[in-house]
């Protein structure tokens, strides 16, 4: 087992990566089995099997991925910065601007 980054957060992260892989690999095995039972014209219970536990795997890659995009950006669900471009200084700007136009095109009329 490889030796982990000493600061807890690291140690989470390289955790999430190494399921996120484990389960990149579980996806590519699925795919890969279904292509050559497709190629084949196998259309059995089993494929329908298949189609379920890929449909599981890629919820799960989702969720994986998501959790470790936050924690390597250092953040929890709760605590995501608001978008600049919705701060109160922005919409002053924007609606100052669409006064502006609206006045331009009012005198072009």
Do not use: C, W
Not at 65 to 70: C, I, S, V
Request: hydrophobic share 35%.
């Amino acid at each position: 087992m490889p030796k982990l980054p000493t600061h807890p957060r690291l140690q989470v992260v390289t955790s999430l990566e190494d399921e996120f892989n484990e389960l990149n690999g579980q996806y590519k095995a699925l795919v890969g089995s279904t292509k050559a039972d497709a190629l084949h014209g196998k259309h059995e219970p089993a494929s329908a099997a298949r189609a379920e536990e890929l449909l599981r795997v890629i919820k799960h890659l989702q969720q994986k991925g998501y959790q470790l995009h936050l924690m390597r950006r250092g953040l929890t669900g709760t605590q995501i910065l608001p978008d600049a471009r919705f701060s109160p200084e922005s919409a002053k700007r924007k609606s100052a601007a669409l006064r502006i136009l609206h006045d331009f095109r009012e005198a072009s009329s």
